[in-house]
């Protein structure tokens, strides 16, 4: 600090600031604290996550090959998460310097690592001791000597890799995409020859770039299923999931087989979005939820072969049992409490209509999980379906009979009238033909008040959807693909939404709204509604360059602007 005097006046400049951009709430200040330092640290985390948000640079044109800034764009977003054995390629530069990019990013506010140190050999965090005798990668002065910049931050380190990134992919585009200048232009751009990143620009080169150039294909397809010629076949997925086998587009995309999901590799996911949550809100309450509702769409489950299912069993306590040959799920088992070390959480599941029709097994899999769980001999305290389906069962058996009270008092999974789709909320909304939370309410359940499971296959269930949702803590909807957010389509607000609104007028209060971020399976995050929607906000809504990018498409990029504005509106 050169001048401390000026430090109080700094203060409230700095706070001035952050009340101009609202951004207190975003930081979850009130007022203005005592600690500079500590506020400073807080928003240089939250404007440097915010940064590395993924925007979509303009919208797809069919049969349009990306050109320029948008090809190397889109090639880093597909490049992020790696694939297979190649690595992410920022994170390959991190490794290239001696940086850990995943833990840099997890923390952003955090100080950077001293740039006189030198690097991990391993790749890992940095050695405290630069006289450790060891062979060494180019450290991170190496790094800020190339690509200058604050490097006060981890933020600003991550930002510094950025650069590193973009500057590869610009002279590997400079080169014409060609597999053999990648030894050139690592050396050139980084100063030294990388393993990790030669691999990862080789696949940009090879993979990559080749199976975005094949755009023109969607229109050579089209024409060819108008004349009823055979159009080739291809796997569905999110490219900047890993899944670089779904491109080129413009096939006749087949799905997953049905009968394989939850993937082990799904479970795992599906563990860790079950824990973040309920870390989140025993953080934000002090005691878990006992009964969590989930909205669940069958794209989801295509797309990560069944996450939100296995966040579901997870949350339970059961896990799918798999085929050793065929992988394929042959059925749940039950994990023990002393395993599982907490109580076994309620789940509603408010499934789509395309869920519905595409896995009818998965709904029998979690109507079988939900029974199991019910009817084990548990305590209360330890098992919160048991203790739901217990209560509900002994109050309705004199009523409708004891076989029969048991399957309502089982009942989870609500969703369309058979042969319907959606949640029925767009129109009310658009012809604010609605007074209150109950209006609302009514609608969400006409639309989705229909029972599935073991023999019951969409039958009317208004009043067991109610028993289940007067119940409801915690309304989650997951979210995993950065190649969409929650401002790009009415269904996010007309299913999660309206879940949240049912809940509250059931109620009278709000449950926790939370959105589970599996779109990095290695760094699942539990967000709030209100996280989500500022982080949405601040990164696309109001980001001068996406508004310039819909600017650029006339008439659409304005329909696409007008839509993001009514589904802020309609959350």
């Known amino acids: 600090i050169l001048d401390p005097p000026k430090l109080p006046a700094l203060a409230a400049r700095i706070w001035a600031g952050i009340e101009k951009a609202n951004l207190q709430s975003d930081l979850g200040v009130a007022e203005r604290p005592d600690d500079l330092g500590a506020l400073v640290e807080h928003i240089d985390g939250y ?98 000597e190339r690509f200058g910049g604050p490097s006060a931050s981890a933020g600003d380190l991550v930002d510094r890799l950025e650069a590193a990134q973009m500057a590869l992919l610009d002279a590997l585009a400079l080169a014409g995409w060609e597999a053999g200048a990648v030894p050139r232009v690592c050396a050139d751009v980084l100063g030294h020859a990388d393993p990790g990143v030669q691999r990862a620009l080789r696949f940009a080169a090879t993979e990559v770039v080749p199976r975005i150039r094949r755009t023109p294909d969607e229109l050579h397809h089209i024409v060819a299923a108008l004349h009823g010629r055979h159009v080739p076949a291809g796997p569905s997925g999110a490219p900047t999931r890993g899944r670089l086998d779904v491109l080129p587009t413009g096939r006749n995309f087949y799905s997953v087989d049905p009968r394989a999901l939850p993937s082990e590799l799904s479970y795992e996911v599906g563990c860790k979005l079950a824990a973040a949550l309920l870390e989140r809100h025993a953080k934000e309450t002090g005691e878990l939820p006992k009964m969590v509702g989930l909205v669940a ?47 076994r959480i309620d789940v509603t599941v408010r499934i789509s209509g395309f869920f519905r029709d595409a896995f009818p097994h998965l709904v029998a899999l979690l109507d079988d999980a939900v029974s199991t769980v019910a009817g ?152 709030s509604l209100a996280e989500e929607t500022r982080r949405v906000f601040r990164a696309r809504v109001a980001n001068p360059r996406w508004i310039a990018s819909m600017i650029r498409h006339g008439y659409k990029g304005a329909a696409e602007l007008s839509a993001t504005v009514d589904y802020l509106f309609g959350y």
């Open 47 to 144: 404007l440097c996550e915010i940064k590395d948000i993924q925007i979509k640079d303009g919208l797809h044109v069919l049969g349009q090959v990306p050109a320029g800034d948008q090809l190397r764009g889109l090639t880093a977003a597909m490049l992020r998460l790696g694939s297979g054995d190649v690595p992410g390629l920022r994170r390959a530069v991190g490794a290239a310097f001696g940086l850990d990019e995943e833990a840099l990013v997890a923390a952003p506010g955090a100080p950077a690592p001293s740039p006189d140190r030198a690097a991990d050999p391993d790749g890992g965090c940095l050695r405290p001791d630069p006289t450790i005798d060891v062979p060494t990668r180019p450290g991170v002065a190496a790094l800020l």
């Open 297 to 343: 769409w069958g794209t989801a489950a295509m797309r990560t072969q069944g996450d939100d299912v296995a966040e579901i069993l997870a949350l339970l306590g059961v896990r799918p049992t798999w085929h050793p040959e065929s992988r394929r799920v042959t059925g749940i088992e039950v994990v023990s409490l002393t395993e599982l070390g907490r109580p």
């Open 376 to 527: 084990l001999d548990e305590p209360d305290a330890d098992n919160f379906v048991a203790a739901h389906a217990r209560a509900d069962a002994a109050r309705l058996a004199a009523e409708i009979g004891g076989a029969a009270a048991w399957r309502r008092a089982t009942t989870r999974i609500f969703g369309s009238k058979p042969g319907t789709y959606g949640a029925g909320l767009l129109a009310l909304l658009d012809a604010r033909d609605w007074r209150g939370d109950a209006d609302l309410a009514a609608v969400y359940e006409a639309w989705g008040g229909f029972a599935y499971g073991r023999d019951l296959d969409g039958a009317a269930a208004a009043e067991p959807m109610r028993d289940c949702y007067a119940r409801i803590e915690v309304a989650v909807k997951n979210l995993d693909s950065r190649e969409h957010d929650i401002l790009d389509s009415d269904d996010y607000y007309q299913y999660h939404g309206g879940m949240i609104a049912t809940v509250r007028a059931l109620t009278g209060s709000d449950p926790a709204a939370y959105l589970g971020d599996s779109s990095d399976p290695s760094r699942v995050v539990a967000r």
